[in-house]
């Protein structure tokens, strides 16, 4: 056994065994050191003290944790099984079991230091249990009501139109390629970039909506369309502001970066395009190779939570709205209770979609392009206020270029919402063919409460400003949004008719 003589006493180090036994077959023994140090150890004493009583700690809970290892190993019994524990100072009644103030686990004070994977474990339980028992009364209820006339109508063989539309989306990266391709050789000047930027992107907008408004598409062509048409727009004006940027801080003298060139490649816009992000850069971090593997497990995933996610609308969402009036016309406690009811399979579709988009197919689009930089998204479920969950685009592009234009805060902030609810509701009233503006002024609304959940987190704590988020999230906001919407295009519907 090795030990280390402090001060005349002996102490039992990581190496060797703990010979307690040393250490309180001692001398005589003061009251003071609980038997464990000499009387001759003075008040002058108390770093030796506490270097004894550290050690000893220290010992004896590791003695203790080798103990436990051991009698899990061995099915509960004593003994020297393992080879490596002495049970004689395993667990020895002389040794203090309680030697420091600590809180319970679930107290106030330690509960955000615990691990919950347990109870996390417990709640997808529970979450899947209480799930199944109610597909399946539903089902024995209801029966089977998927149907696919609201995703592809009689007419989707027809909604050619759009597919050649967003074939012919490509034209607009060529064309923002030309435009910079000809700065680069000084053949226009930056106001006429400015213009012909302007111009391409707002062509790339129009063009589509006119298409899918002309076209009597199904709502799923419709929607795809718009969708593709926002990324590729978004796209669009990070590539011209990024080159306009790189371009001024190549002719400044002086740039933050003296190895900043600008230059221009179709490969690396090509890339761009292609990849999964909406920011554009000349290069990005690769990774080293595809995991077909594992490429395979993610289209697996995808197909079923796609499954999951249209069972959940046609099951449970179409029913539910279907037998509802309109939240603004109607009774105000019955709008609420439909409101409530549809606030749950509401959530999980929403849910499901954002883990089938921004994780598997993001991840299934970055690894086949061995895009390195996969943090799609942050931990948005911890947002203190409906304004933090921000795409990095919008900072990028909108809020911070408002900034170092001398723009207030306010406006900036005001501005970056703006543009976000241009998109949603493009996506939505253009497929629809209703322009009510709902998911406009869902996404605009929520500019005083950003200030309001700001003011509620300095005064009450983040999880106040935590709550306002989920409540206005999947509880009021996009509940509502679903039933003003079906109800006026459902009435539409019934005029045209």
Request: glycine share 6%.
């Amino acid at each position: 056994m090795e030990t280390l003589d402090s001060g005349g006493v002996t102490m039992p180090t990581e190496n060797g065994g703990a010979d307690l036994d040393t250490l309180r077959h001692r001398k005589p023994r003061s009251d003071s050191s609980n038997g464990l140090l000499p009387d001759s150890v003075t008040v002058s004493d108390a770093d030796v003290r506490d270097r004894v009583d550290s050690a000893v700690e220290d010992t004896q809970g590791k003695a203790n944790l080798a103990g436990e290892n051991e009698i899990r190993e061995s099915g509960g019994g004593g003994g020297e099984a393992g080879g490596n524990v002495d049970v004689r100072y395993t667990y020895r009644p002389s040794v203090p079991a309680h030697r420091r103030v600590r809180e319970s686990p679930l107290s106030s004070d330690a509960i955000f230091k615990q691990s919950h994977a347990g109870l996390f474990n417990l709640c997808v339980v529970v979450l899947v249990a209480v799930n199944s028992r109610l597909i399946i009364e539903n089902l024995m209820k209801y029966g089977w009501l998927i149907r696919t006339d609201f995703w592809f109508s009689s007419t989707s063989l027809r909604d050619w139109p759009l597919f050649m539309c967003c074939l012919s989306l490509s034209i607009f990266p060529l064309a923002a390629f030309t435009v910079e391709k000809l700065v680069l050789q000084k053949c226009i000047s930056e106001p006429v970039v400015i213009f012909l930027h302007v111009i391409i992107t707002m062509t790339e907008v129009l063009y589509p909506v006119y298409v899918t408004l002309r076209c009597d598409s199904a709502f799923l062509s419709g929607v795809t369309l718009m969708l593709l048409t926002c990324i590729v727009w978004l796209k669009l004006v990070s590539y011209a502001h990024t080159n306009y940027d790189i371009r001024t801080l190549a002719n400044s003298s002086d740039k933050a970066n003296p190895e900043v060139s600008y230059y221009v490649s179709l490969k690396s816009l090509a890339y761009f395009m292609l990849a999964p992000t909406l920011c554009y850069q000349p290069s990005y971090p690769r990774s080293p190779c595809i995991r077909k593997g594992w490429v395979a497990r993610q289209f697996a995933k995808l197909i079923i939570f796609t499954g999951f996610m249209g069972f959940i609308i046609e099951q449970y969402i179409n029913p539910i709205v279907r037998n509802s009036k309109h939240p603004l016309k109607g009774d105000l406690l019955y709008g609420i209770e439909r409101v409530l009811k549809l606030s749950v399979p509401n959530l999980y579709v929403w849910l499901c979609m954002f883990y089938c988009f921004f994780h598997l197919w993001l991840n299934i689009l970055a690894e086949l392009l061995c895009f390195g930089d996969r943090e799609f998204y942050k931990d948005w479920w911890n947002a203190k206020s409906v304004g933090d969950p921000v795409h990095k685009w919008m900072v990028r592009h909108v809020y911070f270029p408002c900034l170092r234009r001398n723009i207030p805060k306010v406006p900036a902030i005001i501005l970056a919402f703006l543009v976000s609810a241009v998109f949603h509701e493009l996506c939505i009233a253009v497929p629809c063919r209703l322009f009510k503006l709902w998911a406009f002024l869902g996404i605009m609304f929520q500019v005083p409460l950003v200030f309001i959940t700001n003011y509620l987190q300095e005064r009450f704590g983040s999880m106040v400003g935590n709550m306002i988020f989920w409540f206005t999230f999947c509880i009021f906001g996009q509940p509502m949004c679903v039933l003003l919407y079906y109800h006026d295009l459902m009435n539409r519907k019934g005029k045209m008719s």
